[in-house]
Structures are given as C-alpha cells and as structure tokens.
C-alpha cells in the first residue's frame, strides 16, 4: 500500500513524500521564478525536471536519470496550465531515498535493469508536489507498473525481481478525465496481452469501471483507497483536514 504526505519540506514552494513498492521519493517544487533567457519560452512556462538518484549525484553520465527527466518533463507539460506563466521557470526536484532491497547498493538501477519501476514513483511524487503548490493544473494523474509473465499472467506492482524475469514491463498514466497519457513498454507481448495490460492498468488507476458511485460520497481517507485516484483524493484531502482544523485553532 502506498504513502504519502504533503508539504514535507519548508524551503520549498511545494513538497511531497511519496511511498511504493519498495522506492521512496521526496520531490520539491519552487516557482514560477525567473529564466534565464536562453531557455525562456514567450508564452508559457519552461519546466525543468531533475532526478538525485539515493547516492551520488548522477551528472552528465547519468544516462538513466536524463531519459527519465525527459519522460516526466513530457508528461507534466501536459498535466500543467503552463501558459499562467509565460517567460518563467518552474522547478521539479526528486530525491530518491530510498530503492527496493534487491536494488544496487549504489542507489541507481543497476546496468541490466529497466528504467520503468521507478517511474510510477517518480510520476505521482511529481503531482503530489504540484498539488501542494498554487500552480495550477489542467488535471491529475496516477500511473502504475504491470509485468507480463509467463502465459500472460499479469502482476500489477511488481517487485523488481518479478519484473526481471517478465515478458515484457509497463508503466500506464491516466488523466483524472480518463484519457491515456502516458505508455512506456519493454519486452515482447502481442495485442491481446497489451489488451489486458490496458485494462487492468485502468482499473488499478482508476478503479473499477463496473462500479457506478452514483451519487454516494467518495471515500477521502487513503488507508481506504482501492485504486490509484481514490489514494490522490484521500492524501490532498487529509491535508485540505488538517489545514482547515489549524485556521480553526487560531481565530
């Protein structure tokens, strides 16, 4: 089950925490600030995404980091309302501080791993820093990682062993108005399993779609949450809870 906590850090204009799967992330979001006017955009906002892999401080050889800072940069652009704030700068830092144990003691992937695990991780740190900013956003996201195995069987989550011995690894987001965002793949796999893979990823992100809430409320405690967008609405919720009982306490 996931974690998650927001405005973990003081210095920063927004900040999250974020638990999964054996990876924790911190990420820190400071802007709109001023750019530099190389990289300055006329109308809209120029985003930089930066990866600190657990040890080390990745650099130009960091191979890894730059396609996954290419991935996440792609896909918040599409997430945020960028064009608020032409000729700026904004600022995505993640930390990562933690990898699964059978991970490499350096804190990168090692050589012969995917990149994909980490992703999901990386992604909603990314919104949840985003949420607790006064940025504003065109929609949400949740993403999640689903290996093929041996027949097709499907494991949602998996650890990074499992993905080892996979057919085939992929990473699904969705937006929170249900279109597909983003599809990262690795391996072989057919139509029909990429089928499959499309649906389960939908439920896990979105729950399941058999489910009509009508009109009864929507749970915002994310112990309780089922899918990946019942867990967002119960972390900005706890925090909307908290905020609202402290300007209690002070009038």
């Given amino acids: ?84 704030y032409p000729r700026t700068l904004i600022q995505v830092t993640l930390q990562v501080i933690a990898t699964p144990e059978n991970d490499s003691s350096s804190g990168k992937l090692p050589q012969a791993a995917s990149n994909l695990p980490i992703l999901p991780a990386l992604l909603q740190t990314s919104l949840l820093a985003l949420l607790s900013t006064s940025i504003p956003l065109v929609m949400t996201l949740t993403s999640t990682l689903i290996a093929v195995g041996p027949g097709g069987v499907l494991t949602s989550d998996p650890s990074l062993k499992q993905c080892q011995s996979a057919d085939s690894v992929h990473v699904l987001a969705f937006s929170s108005k249900g279109d597909l965002l983003l599809v990262e793949s690795e391996g072989e796999f057919n139509l029909d399993v990429w089928e499959n893979v499309f649906a389960e990823a939908s439920r896990m992100c979105r729950g399941d779609p058999s489910h009509d809430g009508g009109d009864e409320d929507v749970s915002m405690d994310s112990e309780d949450a089922t899918d990946a967008e019942s867990f967002l609405r119960g972390v900005v919720g706890a925090k909307f809870a908290r905020d609202q009982r402290w300007k209690e306490s002070v009038k």
Avoid: C, K, W
């Fill in 1 to 84: 089950m996931p974690s998650a906590s927001l405005q973990t850090l003081e210095r920063a204009d927004g900040s999250a925490t974020y638990s999964s799967n054996g990876f924790s992330i911190v990420g820190a979001v400071n802007g709109p600030v001023e750019v530099q006017r190389r990289d300055e955009i006329p109308d809209e906002a120029a985003i930089d995404v930066v990866i600190r892999p657990a040890a080390g401080v990745g650099g130009t050889s960091g191979v890894r980091e730059r396609h996954l800072e290419s991935i996440i940069h792609s896909t918040l652009r599409r997430v945020m309302l960028v064009s608020a």
